[in-house]
């Protein structure tokens, strides 16, 4: 018995795949209405995503996704992308 209710494919770390087992252990822990675990998992996809960073664009850092990210979310709450 693991915490998640549905089989989730395990990814590898460095990986597009383990950014979405991390994404499907979130969905999962959502549908438990488990909020804890929901935010555990949250911060297992920044980790993965970070891993895939590392390994896949060496010179560019999680903060530089976040900047990208802010930037979009001025966009949306602007009106000027909806």
């Keep these: 018995m693991t915490y998640h ?8 770390f460095g990986e597009l795949s383990k950014i979405q ?13 488990n909020r804890i675990m929901l935010l555990v998992e949250l911060s297992d996809i920044i980790g993965a995503v970070s891993g895939y960073l590392e390994k896949h664009y060496p010179n560019f850092k999680i903060d530089d996704l976040i900047t ?11 009106g000027t992308r909806k």
């Design 5 to 12: 209710i549905n089989e989730i494919p395990r990814g590898e």
């Design 21 to 33: 087992e991390e994404v499907l252990e979130a969905i999962d822990s959502e549908k438990q209405n």
């Design 68 to 78: 990208m990210a802010e930037a979009t979310h001025r966009a949306f709450a602007s």
